[in-house]
């Protein structure tokens, strides 16, 4: 640790006001109850049970965050495993659930190479695995006897599974699979926990049986000695390197040279083959699977908003201490103006205060069509009445909650992953020349958060299957067979009132909002039709239409949660009359900044009226953002992020920015280099300290 800074040094103080009097003030001009909205956006449980945690982690010396920017990747993800098996013994002897060892995670902050092994191998075992598999491979690695990871994208392929090119070969004659990787590009890549601390995998393979190829299924396939770490005999397997961020996980790489491989380790709870016939065997309702793909994506929504509140808690906070200029229009010497103030910063920051908060509901509510989904499934199961394939092509778009799921899930992934990683880079620039920093907190935090834009399906190419799902709900309605769900709600409603046309009161009726938001999907979802059915158009020249029809169709799903929340009495009875009205300025900015931004759709499809267009630019944003600018500071607090979870200078609850930036900065370790700085000397740095002449 470089020695401290001398006494004068550390008697200065910054100029006044201090942040600790701004940061005061702006709570100070706001009635928000902080408690009861943190409380409605995460349970009293949930914030207790975060309490609880933080104290213990805190004081753990092994969780001490003090070095996390200065560290090259080797230390860091070598400090990241000891974190992770910390946590694991912590767990274990204080007997957490799954919740706590997951909220555990949450306030580390940063992936750790357990990370797939705890939620995707775990995960899958267990909803793939059948009870003879759970015996074999679930119990030892619940127990982390067994550390895993999931195998499924490779060098060559991503996204797209059915592509996969490693092979898994049946034998009948010794009853075993030969895993092969036939090419270089047929290498696993990417796969998180699998570079240095795996040793077992769930390998997506493709099945072949008796030369015909039947998809990909998954495997469990040991790779490393369980005693010597060390891999197995026709294995190859690392880490791939250092990347843009995420650089505490070991993702990493895995080649297979005709690797044989139990009958038993096909995971076979959905499909499986006959030990003595060597028949591959289907199961009564496939579907399970697809639906339980839905989970990562159900999450990733969810999370979503929680993503951006630390970025938009860190800027807000800053730009509340931050001052820079006087105000052309003030009267006399009134110093200069929090940055806060400026027009610019808040048509920057309040929409994502409001998206942040959209967001979050929007999750919950995903979640809630996901656990409905698989209780119906589950239940459709055991009648024996489901009998369709696994794949999307299989679902009956507009018929049943499955289809409505996944197109549902594919399109808020792309949009709330897209919110939200977007979102900090603007929170960062919104933080002036201090958000380049590491030490700003959102730098960090944003290179960690922008894999979720890719991973579990490109955003760009979720959006097809948003629009196929959409396509083909507009030919069930047009053909008089539309279901009784929401999709197919909206788009016979737009058929019904096509020709009298809209008349949407959006700058003074919420509900009249959400219907705007929901014609402009069907008209572009008719559109869509027309160009594909009627004028006969390739699926490659509409992808542009078809991604913008996707992200109408997910921000019209966000309003329309958001606007169920904020009027539900769930809300209503949680709050004061006060903060709920609050919550219907934060509906109106999301939504109407949402509008304005896409202004050219809603005004072709006739939703909307230029007036109403060029209101809802010049007075309805711009007077919800000065009446959202009181509560700030207040609506972020409610967030209940910890300091020691944003580990942030910008974004001290205390408003104490400067004094830590300056403290961290003069305990950078590379003030402990003391460099040779003359191109004639070899060196590079002095040996010893120079003595000092007297």
């Known amino acids: 640790m470089p020695s401290p800074p001398p006494a004068w040094v550390q008697a200065l103080k910054p100029a006044d006001p201090q942040g600790s009097q701004l940061l005061s003030q702006e709570r100070a001009q706001s009635k928000v109850d902080v408690d009861r909205l943190a409380e409605l956006l995460h349970t009293k449980e949930s914030l207790d049970r975060q309490d609880r945690l933080l104290a213990l982690l805190q004081a753990d010396p092994v969780f001490d965050k003090s070095q996390n920017h200065t560290l090259g990747r080797t230390e860091r993800i070598q400090k990241s495993l000891g974190k992770a098996k910390r946590l694991q013994q912590l767990a274990e002897k204080n007997n957490w659930s799954m919740e706590e060892l997951h909220a555990a995670n949450e306030l580390l902050g940063e992936p750790t190479p357990y990370g797939l092994h705890a939620s995707m191998f775990l995960v899958t075992l267990r909803e793939q695995g059948t009870p003879e598999q759970h015996k074999l491979f679930l119990e030892r690695a619940q127990n982390y006897q067994i550390l895993g990871c999931y195998a499924q994208t490779e060098l060559g392929h991503g996204s797209n599974v059915r592509g996969l090119e490693t092979t898994a070969t049946w034998n009948q004659d010794d009853k075993t699979f030969t ?70 996980m070991d993702n990493g790489f895995l080649l297979f040279n005709h690797v044989k491989i139990p009958h038993v380790n096909m995971l076979a709870r959905f499909s499986s083959i006959d030990k003595q016939t060597g028949k591959y065997l289907r199961p009564a309702s496939p579907t399970l699977v697809y639906g339980t793909l839905t989970w990562v994506r159900s999450n990733i929504v969810l999370q979503a908003g929680g993503v951006l509140a630390r970025g938009v808690t860190i800027a807000t906070r800053y730009c509340a201490v931050r001052k820079q200029f006087q105000d052309r229009d003030a009267q006399g010497n009134v110093g200069e103006n929090q940055v806060l103030n400026y027009k610019m910063v808040q048509v920057r920051l309040l929409p994502l205060l409001a998206s942040m908060y959209a967001l979050h509901f929007t999750g919950r509510g995903m979640m ?19 009998s369709r394939g696994a794949g999307p092509e299989e679902l009956r778009a507009g018929a049943d909650l499955l289809a409505d799921l996944h197109a549902t899930s594919c399109g808020l992934k792309a949009l709330a992953s897209t919110a939200a990683g977007e979102g900090l880079e603007v929170c960062r620039r919104a933080c002036g020349g201090h958000g380049y920093s590491s030490y700003s907190g959102i730098g960090p935090w944003y290179s960690d958060y922008l894999p979720t834009l890719t991973w579990e399906g490109d955003n760009y190419m979720l959006t097809q299957q948003v629009a196929r799902y959409l396509l083909k709900s507009a030919r069930v309605v047009l053909a008089g067979k539309g279901a009784n769900n929401d999709t197919c709600q909206i788009l016979q409603t737009y058929l019904d009132r096509r020709d009298k046309g809209a008349s949407f009161d959006v700058l003074e009726v919420d509900s009249d909002i959400v219907a705007a938001f929901a014609w402009r999907t069907a008209h572009l979802t008719f559109e869509a039709l027309k160009h594909r059915d ?19 169709h997910s921000q019209y799903l966000v309003v329309k949660n958001f606007h169920e929340a904020v009027t539900s009495p769930h809300l209503t009875s949680a709050l004061d009359p006060e903060t709920t009205g609050l919550m219907h300025k934060l509906f109106r900015l999301y939504a109407l ?91 590079v740095l002095k040996n010893t300290p120079p003595k000092s002449k007297l």
């Open 179 to 248: 895993i092969h990787s036939p090419t270089l590009t047929a290498s696993k890549w990417w796969i998180g926990s699998l570079g240095r601390t795996a040793n077992h995998a769930v390998v997506m393979a493709q099945l072949y049986i008796g030369g015909k190829n039947y998809g990909p299924h998954p495997f469990v396939v040991q790779v490393r000695d369980l005693q010597t770490h060390q891999p197995l005999e026709n294995i190859y397997v690392g880490d791939i390197g250092p990347k843009f961020g995420y650089n505490t």
């Open 368 to 386: 809630r069509l996901y656990q409905e989904n698989q209780k119906r499934m589950k239940a459709g199961a055991q009648s024996g009445q489901d």
């Open 534 to 552: 009627v004028e006969k158009r390739s699926w490659n020249s509409l992808l542009v239409d078809f991604w913008r029809l996707s992200t109408a």
């Open 593 to 683: 900044h949402t509008l304005e931004r896409e202004a050219a759709e809603f005004f072709s499809s006739s939703a909307v009226t230029t007036r109403q267009i060029s209101l809802a630019q010049t007075n309805a944003v711009m007077k919800l953002l000065d009446d959202i600018r009181p509560h700030a500071v207040r609506l972020v607090d409610a967030w209940k992020i910890p300091d020691w979870q944003l580990d942030s200078s910008l974004g001290r609850y205390d408003g104490e920015v400067y004094p830590d930036l300056f403290r961290r900065a003069s305990q950078n370790p590379v003030n402990d280099l003391v460099f040779d700085p003359y191109p004639w000397n070899e060196a």
